[in-house]
């Protein structure tokens, strides 16, 4: 499986951006698909799953209310809708695929994509 993210870019404190991470490879619906972030120095950190069927939506505390996953199985594709964004949410987003059941760490991950930037800036 080759996962492609892309959707990033510039967006002012409350934009939105709508992340798109596009897989290629059989059995899409058969894997659990995430959403990290990393900024420079830190550790890459869990954003956001979905299980294969489309449901078991989880978030981090930080996006809690403000990010929606979505996938579409017949595109072969999962979304990040980022609503209200803001300064701390810059970073690389990336995504990644566990077949079965999802996590919530970086541990596990059975296929990652190149990241995608956002920048949250005024």
């Known amino acids: 499986v080759q996962l492609q993210a892309s959707g990033g870019g510039l967006v002012q404190p409350g934009g939105s951006l709508r992340l798109s991470c596009a897989a290629s490879?059989?059995?899409?619906?058969?894997?659990?698909m995430h959403w990290f972030r990393q900024t420079p120095g830190k550790e890459r950190e869990f954003v956001a799953h979905i299980l294969g069927g489309g449901g078991g939506q989880y978030y981090a505390d930080f996006v809690k209310g403000r990010c929606t996953i979505s996938r579409d199985n017949a595109e072969n594709t999962v979304f990040l809708q980022m609503n209200n964004l803001k300064p701390e949410d810059t970073a690389v987003y990336y995504c990644?695929?566990?077949?079965?059941?999802?996590?919530?760490?970086?541990?596990?991950?059975?296929?990652w994509g190149k990241g995608t930037q956002v920048t949250v800036s005024s």
């Open positions: 990644a695929a566990r077949k079965g059941a999802a996590f919530t760490t970086v541990y596990g991950m059975d296929y």
């Open positions: 490879g059989p059995s899409f619906n058969n894997y659990a």
